[in-house]
């Protein structure tokens, strides 16, 4: 089973309380997402393996310890994924990006594929996918499900809020999958909704609706 990590750091859970309060405005808003992402990807890469280089300090020769940007690959789902997408590329600037275009059909609830484009070396890469939200999970497994159909088989989930039927979901249908969220919310509403959750994540990251 897939462990499922909560990044509660006061910084995170500090600017998530903002980004949840409906009088946030889009600004704001997307500024918040783009701060959170980026301590959230402290939080995802502490187990990501360093190797030894030579370094000349101005006092003496050493070594020193580095991560290996080129083996990270980031994959935010279409479009509220692209919200947190900057503020990860901030802190792992060599890392390629793979773009899923998933949306969920509001009737039935269920992903609808619309968009897929990899980086051509992605399944050597350790890969990122990356979503606000994690509500019935079926968003995540469908882009997991491509990843994996392509090949990759290094992948974790990176979410702002997530709800604990999604994240049941997708620890089932991928058990090798890490998931770190910034908060696990109560439950789903009736129409799927993460509740208390922020709302519509692309709406209130691009304005819509
Ligand atoms: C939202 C969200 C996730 C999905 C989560 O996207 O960004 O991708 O819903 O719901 P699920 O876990 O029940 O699948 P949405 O479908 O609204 O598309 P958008 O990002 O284009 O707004
Ligand atoms: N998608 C969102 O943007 N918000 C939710 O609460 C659930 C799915």
Do not use: W
């Amino acid at each position: 089973m897939g462990k499922l990590v909560i990044c509660d750091h006061p910084l995170i859970q500090h600017k998530l309380t903002f980004i949840r309060d409906v009088r946030t405005n889009t600004k704001d808003f997307r500024e918040l997402v783009d701060e959170v992402a980026t301590l959230m990807a402290y939080e995802i890469t502490r187990d990501v393996e360093l190797e030894s280089i030579d370094v000349q300090t101005p006092v003496a020769a050493t070594q020193g310890k580095v991560i290996s940007g080129r083996m990270l690959g980031l994959v935010p789902i279409l479009r509220a994924g692209l919200g947190m997408l900057d503020g990860v590329v901030k802190l792992l600037p060599a890392a390629k990006v793979g773009h899923v275009g998933l949306f969920r059909d509001p009737e039935t609830m269920l992903p609808v594929e619309y968009y897929t484009k990899l980086p051509t070396d992605v399944t050597e890469r350790q890969l990122i996918v990356i979503d606000p939200m994690l509500a019935t999970g079926g968003s995540a497994i469908a882009a997991i499900d491509v990843l994996k159909k392509r090949g990759c088989n290094q992948i974790k989930m990176m979410n702002l809020v997530a709800a604990p039927e999604g994240v049941k979901a997708v620890q089932e249908a991928h058990p090798d999958v890490d998931i770190y969220v910034a908060a696990l919310d109560d439950r789903l509403d009736d129409h799927g909704y993460i509740v208390p959750g922020l709302g519509d994540a692309g709406d209130r990251l691009y304005g819509t609706k």
